[in-house]
């Protein structure tokens, strides 16, 4: 038995998904999203406090159909890093 103030009801926990797939992409979802609010929807800024390419984010972003931002257009300033890094790979 767990010392008291060390147990957590277990409503305090997520919901846990039915697959490791479903389970990796809620946490992706929220890490981002979290990340996106924090940092006033500066995705360089988040790409960079997730240790992503600027692209990677984009990518996840239409993956996890994170809302606002899946279909929003990228800045001229944002295509152009995202496109740099194409070209460096």
Known sequence: MLRPGIQKPAEQFP???S???DSVRAYERSVITDALRVNEN???K???L???SLSSLYRKLRELSIEGFEDQPMEE????EVRMAGNLN
């Open 46 to 48: 988040v790409a960079k």
């Open 77 to 80: 300033h944002e295509a152009e």
């Open 15 to 17: 919901p846990v998904a």
């Open 19 to 21: 697959n490791l797939k």
């Open 50 to 52: 997730l240790g992503i």
């Open 42 to 44: 500066d995705k360089r």
